[in-house]
């Protein structure tokens, strides 16, 4: 059985940088196309990257591109964002996601059968 924790969620002002972790167990990450998304009060569930399970396709929300990056470390069967520049409007509980059988970098939401629990950023001053 996948899980996945996510960890690195907090308090931080606009303009600072926050890194996001999604350990993995059950499964290893190179096996698995996984993905992280987002969900602010009152908006639906969004995809803000994403990553193939052969981790040579990566996929970002345009809002974020140029400001967060997505990458897994296998030794450590963990996937990361690392988010820079954060804005206030990306405050938002954020979930990783995964799936054995997604092999593209494809953030389409259904397309996900494991998620975490999630972690709450909130950009503010």
């Known amino acids: 059985q996948l899980q996945l924790v996510e960890s690195g969620g907090g308090l931080v002002q606009p303009g600072g940088s926050l890194r996001l972790s999604c350990a993995a167990s059950g499964f290893t990450v190179d096996s698995l196309g996984m993905g992280w998304f987002r969900k602010a009060p009152g908006k639906s569930r969004e995809g803000v990257s994403c990553?193939?399970?052969?981790?040579?396709?990566?996929n970002y929300a345009d809002s974020v591109k140029g400001r967060f990056t997505v990458s897994r470390d296998s030794a450590k069967n963990t996937m990361y964002l690392q988010m820079n520049n954060l804005k206030p409007e990306d405050t938002a509980v954020y979930y990783c996601?995964?799936?054995?059988?997604?092999?593209?970098?494809?953030?389409?939401?259904?397309?996900?059968?494991?998620w975490g629990q999630g972690t709450q950023v909130t950009v503010s001053s």
């Open positions: 996601a995964a799936d054995q059988f997604m092999t593209s970098s494809s953030c389409q939401l259904e397309l996900y059968d494991y």
């Open positions: 990553i193939s399970s052969s981790g040579d396709s990566t």
